[in-house]
Antibody, heavy 126, light 107 residues
Framework: ELQLVESGGGLVQPGESLRLSCAASGFTFSNYDMHWVRQITGKRLEWVSGIGSAGDTYYPGSVKGRFTISRENAKNSLYLQMNDLTAGDTAVYYC????????????????????WGQGTTVTVSS | EIVLTQSPAILSLSPGERATLSCRAS??????LAWYQQKPGQAPSLLIY???NRATGIPARFSGSGSGTDFTLTISSLEPEDFAVYYC?????????FGGGTKVEIK
């Protein structure tokens, strides 16, 4: 069974740091791109970082310079280091995976984010 | 940066009715668009990828269409378990983006 399990969420004060982890199982982790997506309660989904199978990283402007995504393929694990946290970072954080591959006909196919974890809650408050 | 705009924000329908949800991109995303369903207290789950392909296990009443900037998710006949929030997402260019969501509620 393909599975992602997040951990590391909690209550921190503004300006503090937190490191989230995501443990993967049931698939060849190193072949997949990985993402962190967050959701403020009752609000829209927000993509906050992505890392390719080759280790290339991507961020939106809202977190660039504060968040760092990394992966450890030998441990089937994904991480998100979050620094200088603010109340605006309070949310449920999900890890998710997707993949881009080429079909036998040569067509580029994107799988969509087809596996999601259950989420871990980060609360930033004094 | 690509912005995805979903409409309507809320769709009030009865079971058995047809639901048509729209997602418009601020610039072309080719067919790199996915649709997700989210129920309260749950993580999103993939419905449609590459604009028109149903994910594994998704019933045939769900269909996606479109390319470029205009996309549609259609639920041909709403079942009770389909009342949820639906999001579109693009992976044409970085940064990735989600739409604001459409809530399909029981009328």
């Amino acid at each position: 069974e393909l599975q992602l399990v997040e951990s590391g969420g909690g209550l921190v004060q503004p300006g503090e740091s937190l490191r989230l982890s995501c443990a993967a199982s049931g698939f060849t982790f190193s072949n997949y791109d990985m993402h962190w997506v967050r959701q403020i309660t009752g609000k829209r989904l927000e993509w906050v970082s992505g890392i390719g199978s080759a280790g290339d990283t991507y961020y939106p402007g809202s977190v660039k310079g504060r968040f760092t995504i990394s992966r450890e393929n030998a441990k089937n694990s994904l991480y998100l280091q979050m620094n200088d946290l603010t109340a605006g970072d309070t949310a449920v954080y999900y890890c998710a995976t997707d993949r881009i591959y080429y079909s036998t006909s040569g067509k580029r196919v994107w799988t969509g984010m087809d596996v999601w974890g259950q989420g871990t809650t980060v609360t930033v408050s004094s | 940066e690509i912005v995805l705009t979903q409409s309507p924000a809320i769709l009030s329908l009865s079971p058995g009715e047809r639901a048509t949800l729209s997602c418009r991109a601020s610039q072309s995303v080719r067919t790199y668009l996915a649709w997700y369903q989210q129920k309260p207290g749950q993580a999103p789950s993939l419905l449609i990828y590459d604009a028109s392909n149903r994910a594994t296990g998704i019933p045939a009443r769900f269909s996606g269409s479109g390319s470029g900037t205009d996309f549609t998710l259609t639920i041909s006949s709403l079942e009770p378990e389909d009342f949820a929030v639906y999001y579109c997402q693009q992976r044409s260019t970085w940064p990735l983006a989600f739409g604001g969501g459409t809530k399909v509620e029981i009328k």
